[in-house]
């Protein structure tokens, strides 16, 4: 399944934040978008997972559904989004039982997620008592339980310390090695742009538009930290982001939630 | 570190003068494990009280010794009043806070869910929550009658408003992100609901049941006063009539017996249904 976002714009209140944003994401392909500090990339993504609708253009599906996708835009979110109140079984439950799948086959996914990424020993410990990185890995387990077409992740690793950030973006790219799976990913951070993404979207500043896509072609696993030639692309992001970074940095913001 | 850097370090850790603990700053502002103090702090008051009373220090006509209370309350036992009291109270607390905080919560839930409710009983609920319910005692007298009804009702309205007020407000401080976790895994409404914005606002409701739970046993006592045989309310007023102190006593003591179960009772449900906040 492929999505296609055709001429998005969108204001709130009096302020434009989006201007005529066009791209596809293929199957099996991870799309990175980048940009400065508040133009739009959250928004952007509550438009393809369908939480928010644009005052202009829309976001197409092409293709058929994924066989046994229970949800095909999953969402993983920048501070896990996981319930207090349930272990991490349970939370990986919540998102299950609504399908009316029956006991058993909830409980055999669940197995399934937590051993395919290495969590089968926290089953039933509650999201307090695990790490930062831990709980996104739950999040992650969480959202791949419910088999998505795409992945949406909203700086999914920002809210966690630099190495296990690392760490992450390893389990996330053997997790890609495994099951090639499509995600829209948004980040600030321009290392995790370069290492994870198939193609790298700029943004510029309010009102977001696209500034150029960057293709990366280099298979994921290659990629690495001090990589030559990713150095090189990330120097050219920050070359194009700086300006826009810059100038966003020192607007003044008066948007009331 | 260069050779001369480290002689003068040395230099410098010979000299004990100039060598000082920092100053400790960090103390204060935290509980303490003082557990025995409270029971110690009441026995060491009850035995003054005695003892004012038996040495004539504290007149009785004033106050009765605590061990007159206690002879009034062991009579009571005797004649086995003490359960048809007890009883009686208990029955409409039981029944009317129940009530009063189901009904709460379903009506806060409402309100906290859905706009056009909350446009349409906020504004009822803000002006009848701070009417003391006692006022209206008569006039629920007048509608349900003398007998239970209107006991019952006294102590459903007084526990249904705060009830509202804490729910809704528990629900509008439900962690939106959580919410839009849910809608984002296509779950639905009432899931969302039940699994997310319920147990979300399970604290605030809790802290609710505690304050709804104190102003009950206020409305109990004072519903009690009109036309009850039975109950503690009854009891205490009989006492008080008749100016038998230690009887009034020993229902006031009833009273605060009855109020720390209840804590209690409510204690322990927070601790078994909070127990993910560790
Ligand atoms: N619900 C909303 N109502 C009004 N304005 C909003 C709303 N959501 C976002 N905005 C505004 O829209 C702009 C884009 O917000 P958005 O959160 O999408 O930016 P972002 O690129 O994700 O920023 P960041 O890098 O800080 O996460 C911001 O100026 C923000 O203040
Ligand atoms: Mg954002």
Redesign the interface.
């Known amino acids: 399944m492929d999505l296609l976002l055709r001429g998005i714009s969108h204001r709130y209140g009096g302020t434009e934040v989006m201007r005529d944003i066009n791209l596809e994401i293929r199957r099996g392909e991870i799309v990175c978008i980048i940009g400065p500090s508040g133009c739009g990339k959250s928004t952007l993504l509550r438009f393809i997972g369908g939480l928010e609708r644009p005052d202009a253009g829309e976001v197409l599906l092409s293709g058929p559904e994924p066989e046994g996708s229970l949800n095909p835009l999953t969402y993983v979110f920048q501070d896990f989004a996981l319930l207090p109140w349930r272990t991490v079984a349970g939370n990986i439950s919540l998102v299950l039982e609504d399908h009316g799948l029956g006991r058993q086959r909830i409980a055999a996914i669940i197995d399934d997620v937590l051993a395919r990424t290495g969590l089968s020993e926290f089953r039933e410990a509650l999201p307090r008592q695990l790490s930062g990185g831990m709980r996104q890995r739950v999040a992650i387990a969480r959202a791949l339980a419910v088999r998505p077409a795409v992945m949406l992740m909203d700086e999914p690793l920002s809210a966690l310390d630099s190495q296990t950030r690392e760490l992450l973006m390893d389990d996330l790219v053997s997790l890609w090695q495994r099951e090639r799976f499509t995600a829209c990913y948004v980040t600030h951070n321009l290392a995790e742009a370069v290492r994870l993404g198939h193609r790298v979207v700029v943004l510029s500043r309010r009102p977001g538009q696209i500034r150029t896509v960057v293709d990366i072609d280099m298979d994921l696993a290659e990629r690495g930290p001090g990589h030559p030639e990713l150095e090189a692309i990330q120097s050219q992001l920050w070359t194009l982001l700086r300006d826009e970074a810059r100038a966003a940095d020192r607007e003044i913001t008066d948007v009331a939630e | 570190m260069s050779q001369s850097d480290m002689a003068e370090r040395a230099d410098t850790s010979g000299e004990p003068k100039s060598l000082r603990a920092v100053p400790y700053r960090g103390g204060g502002f935290r509980p303490g494990h003082w557990r025995f103090v409270g029971p110690l702090v009441f026995a060491v008051l009850l035995l003054c009280w005695e003892a004012g009373s038996r040495s004539g220090v504290i007149s009785n006509l004033v106050l009765p010794a605590p061990s007159e209370a206690l002879e009034a309350l062991r009579q009571l036992v005797e004649t086995g009043q003490l359960w048809l009291h007890l009883g009686a109270s208990l029955q409409r607390l039981v029944i009317g806070w129940s009530l009063g905080v189901t009904l709460g919560v379903a009506v806060g839930l409402l309100v906290g869910l859905l706009p056009l409710a909350r446009a349409g009983l906020l504004p009822l609920v803000s002006a009848l929550f701070p009417i003391p319910k006692i006022a209206l005692l008569p006039l629920f007298v007048i509608w349900f009658g003398i007998g239970e009804g209107s006991k019952v009702a006294t102590i459903l309205f007084g526990s249904f408003f705060p009830t509202v007020i804490a729910t809704y407000g528990g629900v509008d401080n439900v962690d939106r992100?959580?919410v839009?976790?849910?809608?984002?895994?296509?779950?639905?409404w009432w899931?969302i609901v039940r699994?997310?914005i319920l147990?979300g606002a399970?604290p605030a409701i809790l802290s609710g049941c505690r304050i709804s739970a104190s102003i009950a046993i206020i409305l109990l006592v004072a519903a009690e006063m009109i036309g009850a045989e039975y109950g503690i309310g009854a009891y205490v007023l009989m006492a008080g009539s008749l100016f038998a102190t230690d009887q009034l006593l020993a229902g006031v003591a009833m009273l605060s017996v009855l109020g720390l179960v209840v804590s209690w009772l409510i204690g322990r449900a927070e601790r078994r249904l909070l127990r993910?906040?560790?």
């Open positions: 992100t959580l839009r976790m849910g809608q984002s895994f296509g779950l639905g899931s699994k997310i147990p399970m993910w906040r560790g």
